[in-house]
């Protein structure tokens, strides 16, 4: 294994591990700022902590370079604060790069993959590359999510119906997951959001009408771990004292009818 060198001039926690002897030698002799790209890339390649190399890229330097290893001498006095301060820059965005190559799943076992020609290009289209595949991935997230709500919310409709209501309010099961976004929308609250947690079986989110007007958004309940830990109104207002009543009546039976449904499924 290689081993970690700590030099303190250069900064508290940065590691040093396998220098070539003529990378070494230009070091100190030019300017980071006008090194050509093949010496930043050996530079980079040589001097990077290894707790955060991706398993590829250690094996990697382990074969090629074993044997090779240069301790870098304790006189450091000939880099400069500038010097260290752009090639610092340059290793945070090779880090950057690398990341995005691993999980755009490109071969790290290859030099050119690890430390490509025109960086600045291959870091920007890299990270061009990634995003999108984030954003795709984020789209089939959502996708599935949705699915998941549409079929808790259908269950939710079966055992609830139109069993808790009074005669001046009702409980409401959404019909879909965009029922909860036009809620959070209309009262200005961010239940829209909930959607991941109600895939997760985190939550339960429920709807009090008027029974003089049940389509409209009224007031929102959150429901989790067997109680209604939120009921928000227009603008996040808490219900008034004359819905205390069938709050604590709705939670009652919320507790009873779910508290079944869950004991059927176990």
Same mark, same amino acid.
């Given at each position: 294994?290689?081993? @970690?060198?700590?030099?303190?001039?250069?900064?508290?926690?940065?590691?040093?591990?396998?220098?070539?002897?003529?990378?070494?030698?230009?070091?100190?002799? %030019?300017?980071?700022?006008?090194?050509?790209?093949?010496?930043? @890339?050996?530079?980079?390649?040589?001097? =990077?902590?290894?707790?955060?190399?991706? &398993?590829?890229?250690?094996?990697?330097?382990?074969?090629?370079?074993?044997?090779?290893?240069?301790?870098?001498?304790?006189?450091?006095?000939? =880099?400069? #604060?500038?010097?260290?301060?752009?090639?610092?820059?340059?290793?945070?965005?090779?880090?950057?790069?690398?990341?995005?190559?691993?999980?755009?799943?490109?071969?790290?076992?290859?030099?050119?993959?690890?430390? +490509?020609?025109?960086?600045?290009?291959?870091?920007?289209?890299?990270?061009?590359?990634?995003?999108?595949?984030?954003?795709?991935?984020?789209?089939?997230?959502?996708?599935?999510? @949705?699915?998941?709500?549409? &079929?808790?919310?259908?269950?939710?409709?079966?055992?609830?119906?139109? &069993?808790? &209501?009074?005669?001046?309010?009702?409980?409401?099961?959404?019909?879909?997951?965009?029922?909860?976004?036009?809620?959070?929308?209309?009262?200005?609250?961010?239940?829209?959001?909930?959607? +991941?947690?109600?895939?997760?079986?985190?939550?339960?989110?429920?709807?009090?009408?008027?029974?003089?007007?049940?389509?409209? +958004?009224?007031?929102?309940?959150?429901?989790?771990?067997?109680?209604?830990?939120? %009921?928000?109104?227009?603008?996040? =207002?808490?219900?008034?004292?004359?819905?205390?009543?069938?709050? #604590?009546?709705?939670?009652?039976?919320?507790?009873?009818?779910?508290?079944?449904?869950?004991?059927?499924?176990?």
């Amino acid at each position: 294994m290689l081993k @970690r060198i700590t030099c303190g001039v250069f900064m508290k926690k940065l590691f040093l591990y396998i220098l070539l002897p003529a990378v070494v030698c230009s070091f100190s002799a %030019c300017s980071i700022e006008k090194m050509e790209d093949e010496k930043k @890339r050996d530079l980079a390649y040589t001097v =990077i902590e290894q707790d955060e190399m991706p &398993q590829e890229l250690k094996d990697q330097i382990e074969k090629e370079e074993k044997g090779k290893a240069y301790k870098l001498s304790g006189d450091v006095s000939g =880099i400069s #604060h500038a010097e260290m301060k752009c090639y610092q820059t340059y290793i945070r965005s090779w880090k950057d790069y690398i990341e995005w190559a691993e999980k755009l799943e490109y071969d790290l076992k290859s030099r050119y993959v690890l430390f +490509p020609k025109n960086f600045k290009d291959v870091h920007d289209k890299t990270f061009r590359e990634y995003q999108k595949q984030q954003d795709k991935m984020e789209r089939k997230k959502q996708a599935k999510e @949705r699915r998941t709500v549409n &079929q808790l919310l259908k269950k939710d409709i079966k055992l609830l119906g139109k &069993q808790i &209501q009074n005669q001046d309010y009702i409980l409401k099961v959404p019909g879909n997951y965009q029922e909860i976004q036009k809620e959070g929308q209309a009262l200005g609250h961010c239940v829209g959001s909930y959607i +991941p947690h109600i895939a997760n079986r985190e939550c339960d989110v429920y709807f009090i009408r008027k029974k003089t007007d049940p389509d409209k +958004p009224f007031f929102t309940v959150d429901w989790r771990r067997g109680k209604i830990v939120q %009921c928000q109104g227009k603008g996040r =207002i808490r219900y008034p004292q004359e819905m205390v009543e069938f709050v #604590h009546y709705a939670e009652e039976k919320l507790r009873l009818l779910k508290g079944e449904e869950e004991k059927k499924a176990a």
